[in-house]
C-alpha cells in the first residue's frame, strides 16, 4: 500500500523537476556584489512580503502582496510595492501617520535618525530596536497557503461530486486517483491507530491535515511563481498544526490517558513518582517533535537543494553545472518521496496520540 | 533564531485557513466522499454475506434432503420390518389355529366313533339278546316237539343267522 | 590554556561547532535508522506475511530516531 502510494506521488511530480533546475539559480542576486549563499538560502526559506518571481537585469520583478498592518492607530493596509523591493530600512511608507520601514522581511515603525539612510536602529548585537506594529500581512507563505486551500477544495470537492455521478458507488474520474490516497489515511493511518469504534470521528481531521501538508510540501518543491514557497517548512505553520492535534488529544482523553500519565497502574510509589514528571513532559515533547520534526525536515531539503545550486557560483566554474545538476535532481527526487513520507509521518503520529488518548485499558 | 521564531502573522492565517478548509473540506468532499466508500464497503460486505446466506442455504437444504431421504430409508426399513413380523406371526397363528381345529376334528371325530361304537355295541347287544331270545324261543319250541328235530333246527337257525 | 585561547579565538565563527553539531546528530541518526532498516528488512524478509505492518512501523520508528537528529540541526540553527 506503502509503496504504491509512494510510487503514485512519485510519477505525479517526476516532471516538474526538470524545471527546479532552471529557476532556482535565478535567485542569485546582481553580478556586482559577491554572490552570498547563506543569504540566498536563508532568503528562500523565510517568509516576505512580496512574491520574487525573477531578476531581469538586476531588477527584481516581483508579485506585490499585501500588507496588512494592526498599529497604534488602527488598522493599515497598503501594497508591499510601495517598499519598492527594499529590505534594508531605507524606504519609508508613510499611511495613517505613521512611517513603516521594512527591514529584514520584518515591518517597523520607522525611526527619525535615519543613519547611513537607514530608518532602523540597532543595539550591539544587531537586534532591531524600533517597535512593531502587529504584522497580519498576506506573506509569501500565506499567499502560497490560500493557493494549495483553493486547489485542495478544487480536487476534493470535484472528487466528491464524481461519487454522485457513478451509479455504484465506484470512483471515477478524477477520484480514481484520489480515492486510494483517502483509503489509504482509513486503512493505513485511522483504522490502526484509533481503532474501528471512534475512527470514523477523526477521519476529517486526518484527511485535511495529511493533505494540507502534502500539497504545501510538494508546492514548496515546485520552482516557479505561484509555488516554492517554503510554508511546511516554515515553523509557524507546523506550530499551529501541532498545537491543534495537541488540543485534540488534550480535550478527547479520557480518564485513563490521564492516570497513565500521572498515575501509572501496575508500578511501586517510588516508580510512579519517577515516571509522573517524565509523562507530564512528553505531553508537551510529543507535539514539539512534531513541529520539529516536518518544520526541520522540509527546510533541510530546500537547503541542501539550493546548496548544490549554488555550488556552481561558489566555485564560480561551468564545468560543475553538470555535477551540481545532477545532484540537485536526485535529491529532489528523494524529497518527493520525503515530502510524503512527511505528511504521513505527521498524520500518522497525530492519529496516534489521539488513539493513545482515547484508548481504553483493560486492567 | 529567527528561523525558528513563530511569527504571529503567519500563525493567524494558519489557523484561520486551516479551520476554513477543515469546514469546508469535511462538508463538501469528506462527508460525501467516506460516505460513497463506507456505503460501497457496506454494499460489498452484503453481498458477501448474502452470498454465503445462500451457500449456507444450499448447504442446508442439501443436508436437509439428505436427512429426509435417509428418514425415509429407515422408515422403509421399519415397515418391511412390521410386514416381516406380521407375515411371520401370521403363518404362526394359522398354523396354531390349523392344528387346534385338526386336533378338534380329531377329538370330535373320535368321541362320534366313540359313540357310534357304543351305539353299534348297545344294538348288537340288543341284537344278541333278541336273537337268543328268538332262538331260545324257536329252541324251546322245536325242543317241545322233537328232540333230534330241534337240533336241526337249532342249527338251521344258526345257519340262517348271521351274526350281526 | 592553549585550549581555551584556541576556543576563544575560533568561538566567533558558531557556524564551524554548529556544523560539527550537527553532523554528530546525523552520525547518530544514521546507525539508528540503519539499525531499524536492517532489523525490519531482516524482519520482512523472514515474515513476508507481514510486510505492510513492519514497513508502517519502521517508518514511524525512523521518525522518531530522526526528529533527535533534527532537534540538533535545529539547535545548530539557532544562532
Known amino acids: ?210 493533505f494540507f501538508i502534502w500539497i504545501n510540501n510538494v508546492m514548496g518543491l515546485i520552482p516557479f511563481f505561484p509555488f516554492s514557497a517554503n510554508l511546511s517548512g516554515n515553523i509557524a505553520f507546523t506550530f499551529v498544526l501541532a498545537v491543534i492535534t495537541f488540543i485534540i488529544t488534550t480535550l478527547v482523553a479520557n480518564k485513563d490517558y490521564w492516570k497513565h500519565i500521572f498515575w501509572m497502574p501496575g508500578l511501586p510509589v517510588p516508580m510512579k513518582l519517577f515516571l509522573a514528571p517524565i509523562e507530564f513532559l512528553g505531553i508537551f515533547i510529543k507535539p514539539i517533535s512534531l513541529m520539529i520534526r516536518l518544520f526541520a525536515n522540509i527546510s533541510a531539503g530546500h537547503i541542501i537543494i539550493l546548496s548544490l545550486i549554488s555550488l556552481i557560483f561558489i566555485f564560480k566554474s561551468i564545468l560543475l553545472a553538470p555535477v551540481s545538476l545532477f545532484f540537485s535532481v536526485f535529491i529532489s527526487l528523494i524529497e518527493v518521496l520525503v515530502v510524503a513520507i512527511q505528511a504521513y509521518i505527521f498524520t500518522i503520529l497525530s492519529a496516534m496520540y489521539i488513539g493513545s488518548a482515547i484508548e481504553e485499558h483493560e486492567h | 533564531m529567527d528561523l525558528v521564531t513563530p511569527d504571529i502573522g503567519l500563525i493567524f492565517w494558519t489557523t484561520i485557513s486551516f479551520a476554513i478548509l477543515y469546514f469546508i473540506l469535511a462538508k463538501f468532499a469528506w462527508k460525501p466522499i467516506l460516505g460513497a466508500v463506507t456505503e460501497r464497503e457496506k454494499s460489498i460486505t452484503d453481498a458477501l454475506s448474502a452470498a454465503e446466506k445462500a451457500k449456507e442455504e444450499m448447504a442446508n437444504l442439501k443436508a436437509d434432503n439428505e436427512k429426509i431421504l435417509s428418514e425415509a430409508k429407515l422408515q422403509r426399513e421399519s415397515l418391511l420390518k412390521e410386514a416381516r413380523e406380521i407375515k411371520s406371526k401370521i403363518i404362526a397363528d394359522a398354523e396354531i389355529e390349523a392344528t387346534e381345529k385338526a386336533n378338534k376334528l380329531v377329538k370330535s371325530a373320535r368321541t362320534a366313533i366313540e359313540n357310534e361304537k357304543s351305539a353299534a355295541m348297545k344294538e348288537l347287544k340288543n341284537t344278541v339278546v333278541d336273537l337268543s331270545l328268538d332262538i331260545a324261543e324257536k329252541l324251546l319250541s322245536k325242543e317241545l316237539d322233537d328232540k333230534s328235530k330241534q337240533a336241526e333246527n337249532i342249527q338251521n337257525i344258526l345257519d340262517k343267522t348271521k351274526l350281526n | 590554556m592553549s585550549l581555551i585561547i584556541f576556543l576563544q579565538e575560533t568561538m566567533v565563527d558558531y557556524g564551524a561547532f554548529a556544523a560539527i553539531g550537527a553532523g554528530l546528530a546525523a552520525i547518530g541518526a544514521g546507525i539508528g535508522i540503519g539499525q531499524i532498516g536492517g532489523s525490519a528488512m531482516e524482519a520482512m524478509a523472514r515474515q513476508p506475511e507481514m510486510q505492510a505492518k513492519l514497513q508502517t512501523s519502521a517508518i514511524v520508528l525512523i521518525a522518531f530516531v530522526e526528529a533527535v537528529a533534527l532537534f540538533a540541526v535545529v539547535v545548530s540553527l539557532i544562532k
Open chain 1, 1 to 210: 500500500m506503502l509503496l504504491r502510494f509512494s510510487r503514485i506521488c512519485t510519477s505525479l511530480l517526476l516532471l516538474l523537476f526538470s524545471a527546479n533546475i532552471l529557476a532556482n539559480p535565478i535567485e542569485a542576486s546582481d553580478n556586482s556584489k559577491e554572490f552570498d549563499v547563506n543569504e540566498m538560502i536563508m532568503h528562500h526559506i523565510k517568509d516576505s512580503h512580496e512574491f520574487h518571481i525573477m531578476d531581469i537585469n538586476g531588477h527584481a520583478v516581483s508579485f506585490p502582496l499585501p500588507i496588512i498592518l494592526w498599529t497604534e492607530n488602527g488598522l493599515v493596509t497598503f501594497l508591499s510595492s510601495e517598499f519598492d523591493h527594499d529590505d534594508s530600512g531605507k524606504v519609508i511608507v508613510k499611511k495613517k501617520k505613521q512611517a513603516f520601514v521594512k527591514y529584514h522581511e520584518k515591518i517597523y515603525y520607522a525611526e527619525q535618525t535615519g543613519y547611513l539612510g537607514k530608518y532602523v536602529i540597532y543595539d550591539d548585537n544587531g537586534f532591531v530596536l524600533n517597535k512593531k506594529p502587529l504584522d497580519l500581512s498576506i506573506t509569501k507563505m500565506v499567499f502560497s497557503m490560500f493557493i494549495s486551500m483553493v486547489l485542495l477544495v478544487l480536487i476534493f470537492v470535484a472528487t466528491a461530486r464524481t461519487y454522485s455521478q457513478s451509479r455504484n458507488g465506484e470512483p471515477t474520474g478524477l477520484g480514481k486517483f484520489t480515492e486510494p490516497l483517502v483509503l489509504f489515511i482509513k486503512d493505513e493511518v485511522a483504522l490502526p491507530m484509533i481503532g474501528e469504534k471512534n475512527y470514523q470521528k477523526y477521519m476529517p481531521f486526518l484527511l485535511t491535515l495529511f
